[in-house]
């Protein structure tokens, strides 16, 4: 699993968070759907973040220090600072705005099962048809 993996997480939160957004909104009201919308996006906007330290961390050379500690130095006060108007606002659903932080992290828990299941089929697969 690589950063294609993120990519694909990014792709599938964001189908499935307007799912949830539009579901959220009719049945529970826009304020719960946007507050599930937006948190969705900053949950989104977190890993990409740290996805883009990440590999300035772990790519092969020199290090650019500098950019990685701008690029920390800014998520941290404006990404948590957002987050926390989000929450403090008292316009949005906290229970939304839960469920929108972790959504992402829900999908890629299930990204991961749904990926262990695939390769231990395959494997039962193969031992299968290798045995007399």
Known sequence: MG?????????????SGLVL?????TYLGFTVGAS????CLW????IFVIEI??????????????????????????????????????????KGLVLGFSWPLAVIVLKVLGLAIVRANARKAISETVRP
């Open 36 to 39: 599930l919308a937006l948190g």
């Open 53 to 94: 330290l990440v590999k300035q961390v772990t790519t092969p050379g020199p290090t650019n220090r500098l950019r990685v500690t701008l690029v920390f130095l800014v998520k941290v006060p404006a990404l948590y600072g957002i987050g926390a108007l989000l929450l403090s606002t008292g316009f949005f659903s906290i």
């Open 43 to 46: 949950s989104l906007a977190n």
């Open 3 to 15: 950063f294609e993996f993120l990519r694909r997480v990014h792709r599938t939160s964001i189908i």
């Open 21 to 25: 957004f539009s579901v959220a909104s």
